[in-house]
């Protein structure tokens, strides 16, 4: 048995015992997820666009994800609804700047591992870029949306008189927490992947400039800054949107 197979027997185990049966169906919606991930790549090399490609494949993702990963379907509603609008919002983001700031391809540091391989495959890796910053941004943002929409709906379940307002204060109580984490993990996320790429650099005695304008370095840490902002975006739709909706029932009530 191989250390992943191994890996995901445990995983599954544990999610079992700790989620019951939520954890089983979390546990397909990682599968699930991965083989649309699968899907994804077989499209592009078949010649499909890369960014609608993923702009698609990333709807299933978060559907996926965010419906099977909640009992609650106000909550999923909501949670769907919010990260559906900052996907439309961060590709209309990622297209010029990914273009300005001329990150893709392979870096000068990845040329030995790739010399052996053609590289003459008739795909845009500009596109490539885009769909590959899409598809990262997915799981965080999903996460502080249902976090956002699960917390503010319980709150309007146990007090039905809450007013907007103090939903609305509420909704950035729980973001600024949800964001300082967050934004810890996605920078040690990237910070530990590349330590050995750093350690190499820092040996080799790079200066400052060599990191500002290595490809890798750059391209990560855009990565970091595109997911956080796609969370901050989230956090507030998020938050929105359960308002609105409160206001419209309160309405209805007084009506």
């Not at 106000?74 to 273009?99: E, G, M, Q, W, Y």
């Amino acid at each position: 048995m191989s250390a992943i197979s191994l890996l995901a027997l445990i995983l599954f185990g544990l999610m079992l015992l700790v989620g019951g049966k939520e954890g089983i169906t979390a546990y397909f919606s990682v599968i699930l997820n991965f083989l649309i991930l699968f899907l994804v790549v077989i499209l592009i090399t078949g010649g499909l666009p890369a960014v609608w490609v993923a702009f698609f494949a990333g709807i299933c993702i978060l559907a996926t994800t965010i419906y099977m990963g909640t009992k609650d379907e106000k909550t999923a509603n909501i949670a769907f609804k919010a990260t559906l609008i900052v996907l439309v919002l961060l590709l209309l983001f990622v297209i010029p700047l990914d273009h300005f700031a001329q990150i893709k391809g392979f870096a000068n540091e990845q040329s030995e591992a790739i010399e052996a391989f053609d590289l003459l495959i008739g795909a845009n890796f500009e596109e490539i870029l885009i769909a590959t910053t899409l598809l990262s941004t997915l799981g965080a943002t999903a996460e502080a949306s249902i976090a956002v929409a699960s917390g503010l709906n319980e709150l309007i379940e146990n007090d039905p008189q809450i007013t907007v307002a103090q939903i609305f204060k509420s909704g950035k109580t729980i973001g600024f927490q949800i964001m300082g984490m967050t934004f810890n993990t996605l920078f040690f996320g990237m910070f530990g992947s590349d330590l050995a790429l750093f350690i190499l650099l820092y040996k080799l005695e790079a200066g400052l400039g060599y990191y500002l304008n290595s490809k890798i370095f750059v391209k990560e840490c855009l990565a970091v800054l595109y997911s956080a902002l796609a969370v901050i975006l989230v956090i507030w739709i998020t938050t929105y949107l359960v308002g609105k909706k409160l206001d419209q029932s309160q309405r209805k009530i007084d009506n």
